[in-house]
């Protein structure tokens, strides 16, 4: 299952970027695609997720509509949608009502098994997902006035999501298909190249990798969903130390969107930034822990 969702996707990419060189894939295509996916990236994993979700840290609202509008160009719903959805998600991991567990409610075997993979990688976003979750999740972002604005805009950022690439492939090429290229590369498998990646951490991290701490639920690390969505993949760091704005807690795990929390702190332009204290950490630190599948 992991081989089928994580690593012969890349490879299929790869594999048409390399057919495609000088063709319909050039160096501005690949700059889009890599520079685009990480920019946007971090307006989930450290806007969306750390800060709006978790209140990692503080910022200005300067830096919080920054990561707010590079957020909704991933192209993962308004900003009240993903932070109720994932205050939810936390509140009943792999319990009832979690609305992207691949544990709860899809039967027995490897038949349930496939049925609840399937579920929390994209089969909960038909069934559950709607335009809000309820103000019990996020009261405080429906009284944000910043946060109702950029939400009401969510169409235009879809659109610069969308539109930069293409703006920028046709005026570095001169011509509507390099234009286009870029539209192809840099916009459309750019968000589905992070989408699915982003997936990866409801299924994949509730089903592969390791236990290092103590958690409610199924949460594990996964190193290599770790490198595709700037260090999300340590999850049952996440999930043992919700409110931490770091998740690559061991030595080895490299965590991208903590990097840049530190070098941001280290300019002023985050503060109060949270983490857990070796003590802390020590106290809900397992004995033995699984090998990884």
């Known amino acids: 299952m992991t081989l089928v969702a994580v690593i012969v996707p890349p490879l299929g990419l790869l594999s048409a970027m390399g057919l495609l060189w000088g063709v319909a894939f050039h160096w501005v295509d690949l700059a889009l695609l890599v520079g685009l996916y990480v920019l946007c990236a971090f307006g989930t994993t450290i ?16 830096m919080k509509a920054t990561f707010a509008i590079l957020g909704c160009m991933t192209m993962q719903g308004p900003i009240t949608q993903w932070v109720t959805d994932h205050r939810k998600h936390h509140a009943l991991s792999d ?6 567990s691949p544990h709860v409610g899809h039967g027995d075997g490897l038949m349930g ?50 539109g930069i690439p293409f703006g920028i492939g046709y005026a570095v090429g001169g011509t509507l298909s390099a234009g286009l290229a870029g539209f192809v590369w ?3 498998i750019r968000i589905f190249a992070y989408q699915h990646a982003t997936f990866a951490v409801n299924s994949i991290c509730h089903m592969f990798g390791r236990q290092e701490y103590r958690a409610r639920d199924e949460s594990r690390n996964n190193w290599l969903i770790a490198v595709l969505v700037m260090g999300e993949g340590w ?17 080895w795990q490299v965590d991208v969107s903590w990097l840049v929390i530190r070098g941001l702190e280290r300019l002023g332009l985050v503060w109060n930034v949270r983490r857990p204290t070796l003590d802390q950490m020590q106290r809900r630190k397992l004995e033995s822990q699984p090998s990884e599948a």
């Open 47 to 62: 806007g969306f997720h750390r800060y709006f979700t978790h209140k990692g840290f503080d910022t200005s609202p300067v």
């Open 95 to 100: 319990q009832e009502g979690d609305p992207h």
């Open 113 to 162: 098994s496939i049925r609840g993979f399937v579920h929390a990688h994209v089969g909960w976003l038909f069934a559950n997902k709607g335009m809000e979750q309820g103000r019990a999740y996020g009261k405080d972002l429906y009284e944000d006035r910043l946060i109702r604005t950029i939400d009401r805009l969510y169409l235009v950022w879809v659109v610069l999501s969308l």
């Open 186 to 188: 840099g916009g459309l």
């Open 235 to 251: 999850h049952n760091n996440h999930h043992a130390f919700p409110a931490s704005a770091r998740h690559g807690l061991g030595r």
